[in-house]
């Protein structure tokens, strides 16, 4: 941490699930969280975090009706980096098959799928919940390098919290920070697409190791502060694009 | 995937209280001390059980759920006295991950439905008390033990999973707090029929027991209580400041006189987890 104040952090509260942990961490990582459900706050602060616990269907809904979803399509084209947890990574991808078929915000081009395991290895189970190691992602013959991202400092092959029936499948390859293994299938973990970084696992109950990711986060909000809005207007413009790309 | 050491902190009033049978319950101390003392210790998860929740028909849990979840960044389920969806809200807002769920899910199974689908599975922990019956059947019961459902205990684990329960907790009432050890035949019937995670709680009385129940009885996790409380407040807390209960109310003998049943061979959580991973299991070690 320099010595300027803490970054201020909007949770995005949309009625599911566990926003108490999620901003008692932010707190221990040194930001100042700010639990809200009103649209028009998001534009006055460093980042968001969208966090979930929940089903995809539910969850979108309610961004949609309470004016989220737009908030956090306008703030994604801030510039300013949006961090999205567990089914708050899976809502930024373009659709779901949770429980039929679903839109999400379509910010990062994919889908959301269930986890498809083969084998009946006992310890292959759907829902995926409990620890598993995280490592870095290939790109072409090499790693992913996780110094410029918020898994700095943290060991490749780092046990993390995991509770999810789906997996993220992003179109992109070359978005997928860190992947994970569950069964026999390999899934994407952590993701990046320019200020959007994404992760299914929970960070705020991954221990000791999950607070440092909190802490480069946090870094991560205070660096780009900083950095000029880039494309603040709220006329919808990126987002008409992106939806004529898809 | 790791198996998962989850200590249980049973909870009556503002106290950690731990039974036999799950009755009889001496107070041990205060939750948060316990908690904070596991976390440290590299516990893959906590269960705090409200025992009398479902007798009064209440959650009293909110505010320790709240003081918790500031310090104790790893997976939090809460069950006792959870019978609505709103219920479940006011858990999880308060920091809680999972609930688990007993009473409410006997008396109206489809609400196992109704709350996954709300808050997905991986959200609803079904809990499930079995009593061993002389003719090697496994009942099931709610209100620790006491009430008869009417259900076999495998045939309703099986229900259960299929209603949308994303874990079951399947507790032995008549190895709780007895140090004889998990009973390994009902985990094993309900592992083998089940493909949602079974946690198997009730009986570790030694680190063995601990293994033979992940190995022969296909736990996915463990729930401790007596193994790991005892050793925690024969040792003290960590700084050495007594872990005193909050109240003089209750059964306080154990606290005073520090004798646990003879049965119970108490340890540290890290050798839980080294004598998993030294007998070939996949756990996480810190």
Not at chain 1, 100 to 118: A, F, T
Not at chain 2, 199 to 211: K, N, R
Request: net charge neutral.
């Amino acid at each position: 941490m320099n010595g300027n104040n803490p970054p201020r952090v909007a949770i995005v509260d949309y009625q599911a699930g566990n926003l108490y942990s999620v901003e008692h961490a932010c707190r221990c990582a040194g930001m100042e969280p700010w639990v809200t459900s009103d649209p028009k706050s998001l534009s006055g602060v460093a980042g968001v975090i969208l966090p979930g616990v929940g089903a995809f269907g539910d969850a979108m809904r309610a961004l949609r009706d309470s004016g989220l979803a737009d908030a956090l399509i306008d703030f994604s084209h801030s510039g300013r980096p949006l961090i999205g947890i567990c089914l708050g990574m899976q809502l930024l991808l373009g659709e779901s098959h949770e429980f039929g078929r679903h839109r999400g915000l379509e910010l990062i081009e994919g889908e959301v799928r269930r986890l498809q395991i083969s084998t009946t290895n006992r310890a292959a189970r759907v829902p995926h919940v409990g620890w598993s190691r995280i490592y870095p992602a290939t790109r072409g013959s090499q790693l992913v390098d996780w110094a410029a991202t918020p898994l700095n400092g943290i060991e490749p092959g780092q046990s993390m919290y995991f509770v999810h029936s789906y997996v993220v499948c992003p179109a992109q390859r070359d978005l997928v920070v860190a992947e994970s293994v569950h069964g026999d299938t390999v899934f994407c973990s952590a993701l990046r697409r320019k200020n959007v970084w994404a992760f299914q696992f929970h960070p705020e109950k991954s221990g000791p190791r999950g607070i440092q990711l909190y802490r480069n986060i946090a870094g991560l909000f205070q660096a780009d502060t900083s950095m000029p809005l880039a494309g603040e207007s709220r006329d919808g413009s990126p987002r008409r694009e992106l939806r004529h790309a898809a | 995937m790791s198996v998962r050491v989850i200590p249980r902190l049973d909870i009556k009033g503002p106290n950690l209280v731990k039974g036999v049978h799950m009755e009889g319950l001496r107070v041990l101390g205060k939750p948060e001390q316990f908690a904070r003392h596991y976390y440290e210790s590299g516990a893959d998860e906590l269960l705090y059980m409200d025992v009398v929740a479902s007798l009064y028909g209440r959650n009293s849990l909110l505010d320790l759920i709240e003081r918790t979840a500031r310090e104790v960044f790893i997976p939090l389920t809460v069950g006792g006295g959870i019978r609505s969806v709103a219920d479940i809200r006011r858990v999880l807002r308060a920091g809680a991950d999972k609930v688990a769920i007993n009473t409410e899910a006997v008396r109206r199974p489809e609400f196992i439905c109704e709350a996954a689908h709300v808050f997905g599975s991986s959200t609803i922990v079904v809990s499930i008390e079995a009593i061993r019956q002389s003719d090697g059947r496994y009942l099931a019961y709610t209100d620790c033990g006491r009430e008869w459902t009417g259900l076999d205990a495998v045939d309703w684990a099986v229900k259960a999973a299929e209603l949308g329960a994303g874990e079951l907790l399947v507790s032995s009432v008549d190895r709780d707090g007895t140090g004889k050890g998990f009973d390994v035949e009902l985990t094993r019937q309900i592992a083998r029929l089940v493909s949602v995670p079974v946690i198997a709680s009730g009986g570790a009385g030694q680190l063995e027991h601990v293994c033979e129940v992940v190995d022969r009885g296909s736990a996915d996790a463990v729930g401790l209580a007596s193994l790991l409380h005892y050793d925690f407040v024969r040792s003290g807390a960590p700084s050495g400041h007594a872990t005193t209960p909050k109240t003089q109310e209750g059964n306080l003998e154990f606290v005073r006189r520090q004798t646990a049943w003879s049965a119970i061979r108490s340890v540290p959580l890290a050798e839980v987890k080294q004598c998993l991973w030294n007998s070939g299991v996949d756990c996480r070690l810190n």
